[in-house]
Nanobody, 127 residues
Framework: QVQLVESGGGLVQAGGSLRLSCAASGGTFSSYVMGWFRQAPGKEREFVATISLSGRTTNYADSVKGRFTISRDNTKDTVYLQMNILRPEDTAVYYC????????????????????WGQGTQVTVSS
């Protein structure tokens, strides 16, 4: 069973950048599809980005395409979310999630597909 710990959140001005990290432990990291989701106050949790086991396949929400980049380092058991050109509407708690799969190319954008979640990290973008 994998445990996930996010870090890297904080307060940033609009147009700025942040890099979130999610460190995994307790499982074989390279066997997990990874995803990033976010939840703003009063809103449902929404998909941000996902990456396949090998890292070759990624998928993004339309709202973050061209601004955010998901990546993973299977030697460090860590997935990253590089967030550039941040906007106030990106303000949310960001969660990483993991789901064990065998396919090396599948990605998952539905939060209900994920069994394992981190505790979240707050990202606040000021205007």
């Amino acid at each position: 069973q994998v445990q996930l710990v996010e870090s890297g959140g904080g307060l940033v001005q609009a147009g700025g950048s942040l890099r979130l990290s999610c460190a995994a432990s307790g499982g074989t990291f390279s066997s997990y599809v990874m995803g990033w989701f976010r939840q703003a106050p009063g809103k449902e949790r929404e998909f941000v980005a996902t990456i396949s086991l090998s890292g070759r396949t990624t998928n993004y929400a339309d709202s973050v395409k061209g601004r955010f980049t998901i990546s993973r380092d299977n030697t460090k058991d860590t997935v990253y979310l590089q967030m550039n050109i941040l906007r106030p509407e990106d303000t949310a708690v960001y969660y990483c999630a993991a789901e064990q799969r065998r396919s090396t190319i599948v990605t998952l954008s539905n939060p209900y597909n994920y069994d394992y979640w981190g505790q979240g990290t707050q990202v606040t973008v000021s205007s």
